[in-house]
């Protein structure tokens, strides 16, 4: 049986607890599905939320729970998060839009501020692992 614990040492400030952990500790799983880069597009592939991030972020997170879903999970299953973006300025708004979907159960998170993702227009990308 899967048992996932999540957590920040007592000796360590997580100054952004709201939207990650420091660790996740993941012991017997019995699935891990590992996601590829989720961009801003809708199901016909089109983007979504040209030169607004924080519908980016939204819809980056919508394709992650289609993706999670069409293996058996969800986004709490989630345990680490890479997300990519074009501009690091709008922090806020990536962080206010991921709160609307992670509310408990947080991943582990790293952010990385890059030059260009993969076509024009895209502001941002989110990679995952999920545990079942």
Do not use: C, W
């Not at 996601?35 to 939204?58: C, I, N």
């Amino acid at each position: 049986m899967t048992q996932i614990t999540r957590g920040n040492p007592p000796n360590l400030k997580n100054v952004r607890s709201g939207i990650y952990h420091h660790y996740v500790r993941i012991d017997n799983p019995t699935s891990l599905i590992f996601l590829s880069g989720q961009l801003s597009r809708d199901a016909e592939g089109k983007l979504v939320g040209p030169g607004d991030m924080a519908e980016q972020t939204r819809q980056a997170i919508r394709n992650m729970q289609t993706v999670l879903a069409a293996a058996g999970g969800t986004l709490s299953d989630i345990v680490s998060t890479v997300v990519y973006t074009t501009d690091i300025r709008t922090f806020k708004d990536i962080v206010a839009a991921r709160m609307e979907f992670f509310k408990d159960q947080l991943p582990t998170s790293t952010i990385v501020e890059v030059n260009h993702l993969a076509d024009p227009g895209l502001l941002i990308e989110f990679q995952a692992v999920a545990a079942l």
